[in-house]
C-alpha cells in the first residue's frame, strides 16, 4: 500500500512539474509588443467612451495625422465607427504580425448601441511605442442585436 502511493505521488508530482514547464513555456510565448499595442487600443476606445477625443486622437499614428486633424478626426469617428466611438466593452481576440513589423489586432467592440463589431486594428512602432493607422470594421458574425 505505501508503495503504492509513493507511485502516485511521485506520478503527481511529475505531471505537476509538466505543467509547471508548460505553463511556462506558454507564458514565455506571450508577445511585449502585442499586449502593449493592445493597451494602445483600449486606452484609445477608454478616451471615446469619455468623449475624450483629443487623448483618443494622440494614439494615432503620423498618417492618420496627417489626413486628418482633430475635429476632423472625431467627425470620421463618430461618423463612421459609432460602436467605436462609444463603446461598453472591447476584447482583444487575436493578433498577426505583418511582415513591414506592424500588428494587426482582431478586436471585438459591443457598442453603447447594442450592436457588436469585428474590428482590425492597423498598429505601427511609432515613437517609441505603437500607434493605430487604421482600422476596418463589421457587424459581428455571431452578434444577434
Given at each position: 500500500?505505501?508503495?503504492?502511493s ?5 506520478a ?6 509538466a505543467l509547471v514547464r ?7 510565448t ?7 499595442a ?6 484609445q476606445l477608454?478616451?471615446?467612451r ?9 494614439f ?7 489626413m ?9 469617428v ?9 463603446s ?8 498577426r504580425?505583418g511582415?513591414a513589423g ?6 471585438r467592440?459591443?457598442?453603447?448601441n447594442?450592436?457588436t463589431i469585428e474590428?482590425v486594428y492597423?498598429l ?7 500607434r493605430?493607422?487604421?482600422v476596418?470594421?463589421r457587424p459581428?458574425s455571431?452578434?444577434?442585436?
Open positions: 500500500m505505501v508503495g503504492t509513493r507511485g502516485w505521488l511521485v503527481l508530482l511529475l505531471g505537476g512539474l508548460v505553463a511556462g513555456a506558454l507564458a514565455q506571450v508577445d511585449p509588443d502585442v499586449e502593449a493592445g493597451r494602445v487600443v483600449l486606452q477608454d478616451a471615446f469619455h468623449d475624450d477625443f483629443t487623448t483618443a486622437y494622440t494615432a499614428s503620423a498618417y492618420i495625422r496627417q486628418f486633424d482633430r475635429a476632423s478626426f472625431e467627425k470620421m463618430r461618423g463612421g465607427y459609432p460602436e467605436i466611438a462609444r461598453s466593452s472591447a476584447t482583444v481576440d487575436g493578433h504580425r511582415d506592424e500588428i494587426y489586432l482582431f478586436v467592440v459591443r457598442g453603447s447594442g450592436r474590428a492597423d505601427v512602432p511609432e515613437g517609441g511605442g505603437w493605430i493607422n487604421g476596418v470594421a459581428d455571431g452578434d444577434t442585436a
